[in-house]
């Protein structure tokens, strides 16, 4: 049996490890590994992660216990003196001395500290290790208890150095970033995008330097400011230097081996040192004159080493490396590839960029138009995975490249399949996970989704940067098997949404029950249950009052549930004009039932805290007082946001209260897939924010533009135009068929965005169905509609008005009792819910 | 020892008047501990809960003894009645009656209307397989009306 030490148990001396574990060979060597620091290996690509957890296990590579199992002996906390090349023996801190067949150094990194007068001083750290960390922690804390405001600089504004901003703010404290250069992440990013970047740091609170040399720390025993110049003084507290890496190589120029002039220990194609020997691998090798600060060429280098060692000697490091990187900086996408910069002889560049919403995408074609080089994605790195792998396989691009980085609402798309990708292409550069690797675990592994393919592969356990591209890979090789799941609404129903839509409408069923008879099976749940509602709703206009026990809870009582089991009222005020009187009304209502009371989002007043018995008297005042439902708990339409437009505003064009108004009061209580917002701003200063909407009107020169499939959200979204300079009557007629056209068609708990996104031909095409009327249909749905609206009744009125119904309002079947489980507790001079100790 | 209580007038209950202690929990252990699983063999008292007319078909409905809460399930496309804890041990809410009923893969279950969990109404088990149980009690009808079975 050989023996290999390996010394440095960072990420890829881990990876080392465990390729070696992997192999066929792996039983005729003895591995042992020496780490420096306390624990073993950890992922230090995600250390900023160790903030928002502290939990130094969730960083782990693999628990110490993994090394035992594969009789690898770890030994942590002991440094690696020296070697003696000659009797192949290595020396410890500890005295400890063993021999070695194969040595494999990863000795990796550490942060370079340049020499600046006074860097020394208390308050000063650098961002490496946990413990580089837990000490800056520590630090922080004292400095906010002694003042709530205190800032910390960042030296360096690399891509480790933003990271170290970001962990500063989580800290608490005034993040400043310095940088030398005149720009930010000066390896990665030309002049624009790094000013793209600049600006979406700045708005969300980072202070940006650059052009500033440190001449020297300012501060007694420990730092109070930096100073860059005469006069020019930076007041902080704390300083974080990420100014670069250096090489740990003073193992190597101790026992000699050759070293390059400014640093790391040479190696050749083969990761051997001058000495064949030892292996030099990660950030410690000197490859191509080059040391390559990422993790992903690490790895590869490990995989090398570990071929090279079993005896594989064909499997060597490529002459060039691919350094494309994509990551995450504080919530900012930044990725570059191939070429980020390429001098104008070599091709053309196409640039995006928009300012305002902090984007900026640049992509690299080759003088004859035909290939990719490189590019930059800054805001929105979605593109990447694509991008990367058009770049890598050398793929054909679109005759019109634009297309590639274009926003798909504006002529562009996105490239092809996945599937068209060769098998080659490596879609998990950390792990080195071909798209042939993933489709064959499915097709030939048994894997059937995701998680399978991760517990077979590996894929996406390293960065995590290409899970949507194995998604889509996953998905569409199902779908290539026939395999993929047919989109039907539940167990009970072998119909999409829009099938059964088609079918309770022309078959006339009179309710939910003879439609699971007629075209289900089973006994139903609460996925199917409201979506029949809903369709029930949209054919015939009905109220939850009719049906109430296939309806949510919300549609069934006619309020949201609250988290104590408790119900808020919202009554309706359209356009959220409302009057002094009206006001007074809520105000007694909600005195009077002991009610918190808020302002909504969609102007209008929430009132929490009733029980359900309560709901028909609270109910029963409103709708004395003229309120009606403002179906706040259905999936239907909510409001019609306006702003006070040409009747008090000085810029306003159009009157859009009144109009905002009317169009809440045509569409109330209409039921959809999901629910519907709307919004009417009276010019383009846009305060109803009308394009965050389902649908929005904006008044223009000559009517309103209208735009719609919009949202906020988990996933916000711009309505996107539909059509210009409408009159008021073109405007209800076009929403007429776009809501019609969204109800018949859209999925279960489908929002209108992602709708329109799945729709073929996407806003083109809804504007031929919606305005030319392509399929014909256009009269149907105003129609439709018209007869949903004419037959339009406040459900509460209908409610309060039936003995029936309100027998549903009573906590206990047998007992006049409330429940006396619900308890609340003072709040800011209103109540909330008291949480369960 | 807090107020003790008399309670008057409820519809549909056994004359008899009982006592009972306003519910003050301290823990969520308490609380959970009210509910254990009864099995028709163990019942020492089947307690009329109403007629079978006052519980709506195809959903659930609350009713109170002594001082808990239980849910009680007419389910009339299976001929079935189920009971069990009206509160959902997910966020220890009191809703689970407000859910709605149906079936997965023919097991009889509720999901609770706040997060959609999914519990058996059979056996109580979450059928999402989560570490989530609720106690689930016999119910028998008698001259049309329903009894709820308790160990006391």
């Known amino acids: 049996m050989k023996k290999i030490i390996v010394v440095g148990n960072g990420m890829v001396g881990y990876k080392f490890c465990e390729k070696l574990v992997a192999s066929s060979e792996s039983k005729n060597f003895k591995i042992t590994v020496f780490g420096e620091e306390p624990r073993p290996a950890y992922d230090r690509v995600h250390l900023s992660a160790f903030f928002e957890n502290q939990d130094a296990k969730a960083l782990e590579m693999a628990p110490a216990a993994w090394y035992k199992e594969n009789n690898i002996d770890l030994i942590v906390d002991e440094k690696v003196d020296n070697i003696f090349r000659t009797t192949k023996t290595i020396i410890t801190a500890k005295s400890r001395q063993l021999t070695y067949d194969y040595l494999v150094l990863a000795t990796g990194s550490s942060a370079f500290v340049p020499p600046i007068k006074g860097v020394e001083k208390e308050g000063v750290f650098v961002y490496r290790t946990i413990e580089d960390l837990e000490g800056m922690l ?11 405001h205190a800032r910390a600089a960042v030296l360096g504004g690399g891509l480790l150095g933003l990271e170290a901003g970001k962990a500063v703010m989580d800290m608490g ?37 650059l052009n500033k040399a440190t001449q020297q720390i300012l501060g007694e025993e420990a730092i109070v400011g930096m100073e860059f110049g005469e006069e020019d003084v930076l007041d902080v507290e704390m300083l974080v230097v990420s100014a670069g890496i250096r090489p740990r190589d003073e193992l190597g120029v101790n026992c000699g081996l050759t070293m390059g002039a400014r640093g790391g220990i040479v ?12 292996f030099a691998i990660g950030e410690v090798a000197l490859y191509n004159e080059m040391i ?33 990187t994509k990551l995450k900086l504080i919530g900012v996408d930044v990725a570059s590839f191939g070429e980020p910069f390429m001098p104008a002889s070599k091709g053309h560049s196409i640039i995006f960029e928009n300012k305002t919403q902090h984007l900026y995408k640049r992509i690299n074609i080759s003088l004859d138009g035909k290939s990719l080089l490189g590019g930059i994605l800054v805001g929105d790195a979605s593109d990447y995975n694509m991008l990367h792998q058009v770049y890598l396989n050398g793929m054909k691009i679109p005759e019109d490249p634009s297309q590639l980085i274009l926003p798909a609402s504006e002529g562009g798309s996105s490239f092809g399949s996945v599937l068209d990708l060769p098998d080659t292409a490596q879609v998990c550069s950390c792990e080195s996970i071909s798209k042939g690797d993933i489709c064959s675990s499915i097709t030939e592994g048994g894997c059937n989704n995701l998680g399978d393919v991760i517990d077979k592969t590996k894929a996406t356990t390293g960065c995590g940067g290409c899970k949507p591209m194995v998604t889509d890979l996953i998905n569409e090789t199902l779908k290539s098997l026939g395999k993929e799941v047919k989109e ?56 939850p009052n009719r049906q109430p026990t296939i309806q949510d809870t919300n549609d069934r009582f006619l309020a949201n549930i609250q988290r104590n089991g408790t119900y808020s009222v919202v009554p309706r005020v359209a356009a959220g004009e409302i009057t002094p009187d009206q006001l007074i009304v809520i105000g007694e209502v909600a005195k009077k039932y002991d009610l918190y009371t808020k302002i909504t989002g969609g102007q209008r007043i929430d009132l929490f805290g009733a029980q359900v018995h309560e709901l028909p008297m609270i109910w029963k005042e409103l709708i004395a007082a003229g309120f009606e439902s403002g179906h706040a708990y259905g999936k239907s339409l909510r409001t019609v946001k306006s702003c006070v437009g040409a009747t008090w505003c000085r810029y306003g064009m159009h009157e859009s209260v009144t109009f905002a108004i009317d169009i809440e009061n045509r569409y109330r209580g209409l039921r959809s897939p999901h629910k519907l ?14 394009r965050g909407k389902d649908f929005g009107l904006i008044a223009v020169e000559g009517g309103w533009n209208l735009y719609v499939c919009g949202n906020g959200g988990a996933t916000p979204k711009h309505a996107v135009l539909l059509a210009e300079q409408l009159d008021d009557e073109t405007v209800v007629k076009y929403l007429d068929r776009f809501l019609m056209f969204y109800i018949r068609t859209a999925g ?23 305005v030319e009327d392509s399929l014909g249909i256009a009269q149907d749905l105003e129609i439709e509609m018209q007869g949903l609206v004419n037959r339009y009744e406040c459900e509460w009125k209908q409610a309060i008005e039936s003995e029936e119904v309100m027998k549903r309002f009573k906590h206990f079947v047998n007992s006049d009792d409330t429940d006396d489980t619900i308890e609340f507790v003072p709040m800011r001079d209103q109540k909330k819910p008291k949480a369960w100790v | 020892m807090a107020t003790i209580q008399v309670l008057q007038g409820f519809i549909s209950l056994p004359k008899e008047t009982y006592f009972f202690q306003p519910l003050k929990f301290k823990t969520v252990q308490e609380i959970l501990e009210k509910y254990k699983s009864v099995s028709e063999e163990n019942v020492n008292q089947w307690f009329k809960v109403g007629k079978t007319e006052d519980f709506p078909e195809n959903t659930g409905a609350c009713i109170k003894y002594k001082t808990k809460q239980i849910a009680v399930y007419n389910f009339v496309r299976t001929g079935k009645w189920y009971a069990t804890q009206n509160l959902c041990p997910h966020k220890m809410e009191m809703v689970l009656s407000l859910g709605m009923i149906g ?28 570490d989530l149980k609720i106690a689930t009690y016999p119910v028998k009808i008698t001259d049309g009306n329903v009894y709820i079975g308790f160990l006391e």
């Open chain 2, 103 to 130: 079936d997965k893969d023919g097991i009889p279950k509720v999901a609770c209307p706040l997060h959609k969990k999914n519990f058996s109404l059979e056996d109580g088990t979450n059928l999402a397989g989560e």
């Open chain 1, 138 to 148: 520590g630090y922080a804390a004292k400095l906010k208890a002694k003042n709530p």
């Open chain 1, 748 to 770: 279960p708990l489908v929002r209108t965005a992602p709708w329109l996104d799945k729709l073929d031909g996407g806003i083109a095409y809804l504007k031929q169905v919606v």
């Open chain 1, 267 to 278: 190696v050749n194609n083969k990761m051997q040192t001058s000495d064949e020997h030892i």
């Open chain 1, 488 to 543: 039907t609404i539940c167990e009970h129903f072998d119909y999409n949404r829009q099938a059964l839509y088609d079918l309770v409408k022309v078959s006339q069923v009179s309710d939910y029950e003879e439609v699971l008879n007629t075209f289900g099976k089973g006994h139903g749940c609460e996925i199917c249950k409201p979506l029949v509602a809903s369709i029930f709703a949209t054919v015939t206009m009905e109220t």
């Open chain 1, 292 to 324: 390559y600060g990422l993790v992903a060429p690490g790895y590869d280098m490990a995989g090398v080493a570990v071929n090279q060692i079993i005896s594989k000697v064909a499997c060597q490091m490529p002459d060039e490396i691919d350094m494309s």
């Open chain 1, 677 to 690: 917002k709307g919004g009417v701003s009276g010019c383009i200063r846009e305060c109803a924010e009308a």
């Open chain 1, 173 to 209: 404290l005034e993040p400043h970033i310095v940088e030398f250069a005149p720009k930010l992440m000066p390896r990665q990013l030309d002049a624009r995008s790094s000013k793209v970047l600049q600006l979406k740091l700045e708005s969300i609170g980072l202070n940006i330097h």
